[in-house]
């Protein structure tokens, strides 16, 4: 049976989320909720995250290897960079011993390289080694009309380590530090030498400006690594409502299968000593039981049923539908627009548990309204056979004709859900995913008992 159109049966089908090109690996019917697919690392909030511990090194968290490794390669450059031209300078312009200008050079670079783990140690001593440095720096002969008392290589190699701070501290700890570089120039002001040009100013405020910039960009990082991970768990928790949704609607279906078998009992127990005359009391005593057990039972189901409905909620009215209905759900769909064949063997809806047969149904619906929504016009074949042991559901697609556009990129989650949690309550297996010519095939196997499984 051919014909063309857009929309399955109008019994309300679940959103189907599986495109009919879109990959989709195998998947055994008892697995829990889909785990959401593994987001791509955000690279600029993994790098500029606050380190989680002492001694952490920055960009620890960050995917490659050469990230993880740049801030030592740039404290390594700027302390060879810095190191020697230091030296040279304290020597020839501010004419500074030699030893005197080597062991401050040294002590007023090297930590840059401990800054990469522990930056607040790193400030301590490269402050403490500056101050010291501006202190000797007073007697020197040189230092008429030089900077002072932050030498051009202090200031560089301190903004350096500001931003090393700022890439890692809290935001108290940034202006603690800022007031105390300002605290400490403040002090040296005092016995300024005479002649001598004051940078306390220049370094004050661009120290202050190179906090509040690494500031902000690690404060974007902390914000980009925090969305990512709320995304994730929003990813997470809504796989897992729409498992407990599809696991709600399922049994709001399955209530109407167990209230027939529940009346069933409750009307042959009841009838039993009219149809049976002659019972012994003891007989005619167990049979009241029994029905009085079941109407007790049907009680409890309806109390369940509102539950599962929730406040507002209507219950459906039109019974459950089955495998004798398939003829009318791909005629709907045929008359949509959707050109379906159905073959089906003969006499395989007879005799099957009520169960399986309303999963069959839906598993058949759900699979057309991937089709219809992920690769309209795509020629597709319904197929149900049995073997007395069970059935089996198969729904193959081509792929979606070139001309048309699919009316939906994307899905809720619910079509392969419900079709996992259907064939888990059968105790069946379900195989679904693209073939090659870019088709999708969904195959289900129903046992019709326990055993068969």
């Known amino acids: 049976m051919k014909s063309e159109g857009p ?34 690392p955000r690279s600029f909030g993994t790098l500029l995250r606050s380190p989680a511990r002492p001694g952490e090194p920055l960009f620890a968290g960050a995917p490659k ?21 230091t030296i040279t300078v304290l020597t020839t312009d501010y004419d500074l011993a030699g030893g005197w200008a080597g062991a401050l050079g040294v002590a007023q670079t090297v930590p840059l390289l401990l800054a990469v ?43 350096l380590l500001m931003a090393f701070v700022g890439l890692r501290e809290s935001t108290r700890t940034m202006v603690g530090v800022w007031l105390v570089t300002g ?30 910039l690494t500031g902000v960009l690690r404060g974007l990082g902390d914000a980009q690594r925090r969305i990512a991970e709320q995304e994730s768990i929003s990813e997470a928790e809504r796989a897992r409502r729409t498992l407990l949704e599809e696991r709600a609607r399922i049994a709001r279906e399955l209530h109407d299968v167990v209230a027939h078998h529940m009346s069933v009992i409750t009307v042959q127990a009841d009838s039993a000593p009219y149809r049976l005359p002659g019972m012994a009391e003891p007989v005619r005593q167990e049979f009241e039981a029994i029905a009085a057990s079941a109407r007790e039972s049907l009680s409890e189901m309806r109390r369940l049923l509102t539950v599962l409905r929730g406040d507002g909620a209507n219950g459906e009215r039109a019974p459950q539908p089955g495998l004798s209905r398939l003829q009318q759900l791909v005629e709907t769909t045929v008359r949509a627009g959707q050109p379906v064949e159905l073959s089906m063997a003969a006499g395989v809806a007879d005799g099957v548990p009520a169960a399986v047969d309303l999963s069959a149904y839906r598993i058949v619906q759900e699979a057309l309204a991937n089709v219809v929504r992920h690769a309209p016009g795509a020629p597709t074949r319904v197929s149900v056979t049995g073997d007395g042991a069970e059935v089996l559901v198969m729904v193959v697609n081509g792929p979606a004709r070139d001309a048309v556009v699919a009316l939906e990129s994307s899905g809720t989650g619910h079509g392969l859900v419900g079709m996992r949690e259907r064939v888990r309550l059968t105790g069946g297996t379900l195989d679904t995913g693209p073939l090659p010519d870019g088709g999708f095939r969904v195959a289900a196997r129903l046992p019709l008992t326990e055993d068969a499984s």
């Open 7 to 40: 929309s399955p049966d109008p019994s309300a089908p679940s959103n189907p989320s599986a495109p009919s090109a879109a990959p989709s690996a195998p998947s055994a019917p008892s697995d829990p909720a889909p785990r959401p697919a593994p987001k791509p």
């Open 65 to 85: 290897a050469w990230q993880r490794w740049l801030p030592y390669a740039v404290a390594a450059v700027a302390v060879l960079s810095l190191l020697p031209v």
């Open 117 to 159: 783990t522990r930056p607040l140690h790193a400030w301590a001593i490269v402050l403490a080694s500056d101050v010291i440095g501006a202190a000797l720096l007073i007697g020197a002969d040189g230092v008429a009309g030089r900077p002072w008392p932050w030498t051009p290589m202090v200031i560089v190699g301190y903004l």
């Open 183 to 212: 605290a400490a120039g403040v002090v040296l002001g005092a016995v300024q030498p005479t002649g001598a040009v004051n940078t306390h100013a220049l370094l004050f405020v661009l120290s202050g400006v190179m906090l509040v």
